[in-house]
Nanobody
Framework: QVQLVESGGGLVQAGGSLRLSCTAS????????MGWYRQAPGKQRELVAS?????TANYADSVKGRFTISRDNAKVNLQMNSLKPEDTAVYFC??????????WGQGTQVTVSS
């Protein structure tokens, strides 16, 4: 089992920056891919960014050039710059282990005011 704890959400003005962090505990040696999803009110959860165990990153088109995902052992970060009101959502940390089991964090609220 893997447990995930997120931090770093909050309220920011448009154009500002936030950094989200997610720390994994438990069977961290089994972690494969890590990533971030978000869900805005009334919308489906969507992938924001992911990063493989080898460090290959993948981004949603809507955040390319503004967000950067990174990982360090059992921690995955999401640096969010040039934030827009449409980035407002609950952001969830997501992890896959080597047995293709998926884990989710509890979510952290990001609110971008115009």
């Amino acid at each position: 089992q893997v447990q995930l704890v997120e931090s770093g959400g909050g309220l920011v003005q448009a154009g500002g920056s936030l950094r989200l962090s997610c720390t994994a505990s438990g069977r961290i040696s089994s972690i494969n891919a890590m990533g971030w999803y978000r869900q805005a009110p009334g919308k489906q959860r969507e992938l924001v960014a992911s990063i493989s165990s080898g460090g290959t990153a993948n981004y949603a088109d809507s955040v390319k050039g503004r967000f950067t995902i990174s990982r360090d052992n059992a921690k995955v970060n999401l640096q969010m710059n040039s934030l827009k009101p449409e980035d407002t959502a609950v952001y969830f940390c997501n992890v896959w282990d080597l047995r293709y089991r998926e884990y989710w964090g509890q979510g952290t609220q990001v609110t971008v005011s115009s």
